[in-house]
């Protein structure tokens, strides 16, 4: 079984998910997971979902297929492929930079997919850690998804 698969804790709740507009996914532990498991829900409805991050992180194995540049036709063309784009900002093969949230709110009015989902992850495994610059979503942001571990 696949992590995806093992995320039974969605099931209630995934119907209430939105099938247009803008998702950010932050936190510690499991947002990768989390993030998976919401695209594959939207993909099985059949929406179109752009993938991006605000802050440094490492694009998902299971994700890089679709790994396209920035560049409104680019997306536009691999969201009409495939349903799913990945964008990032320039790094190296394992930990691309984050894009910032103005020029991701630009990407998304020139492309128009269904969802974008937006991951701000760098808490360091520390849950809402400060910092000089907290991770920030696109102004239009419709629903916040915050990741924690649970221990007993």
Known sequence: MSPVED???LD??????PDRGIVGIAGSGGCTTTLLALVQRWRERGRS????????????????????????PRVRARLAAEGLAVVTGPGEEERR?????????ELRCAVMPDVLVVQAQDSARSLLRTRPVPPVWPRSLGLAVLVAQVGA
């Open 7 to 9: 995320f039974a804790f």
């Open 49 to 72: 979902v752009l993938v991006s991050q605000t802050t440094a992180h490492p694009v998902p194995q299971l994700l890089r297929h679709a790994q396209v540049e920035a560049d409104a």
């Open 97 to 105: 930079a984050g894009i910032d949230p103005d020029r991701l709110e």
């Open 12 to 17: 209630p709740w995934h119907r209430i998910l």
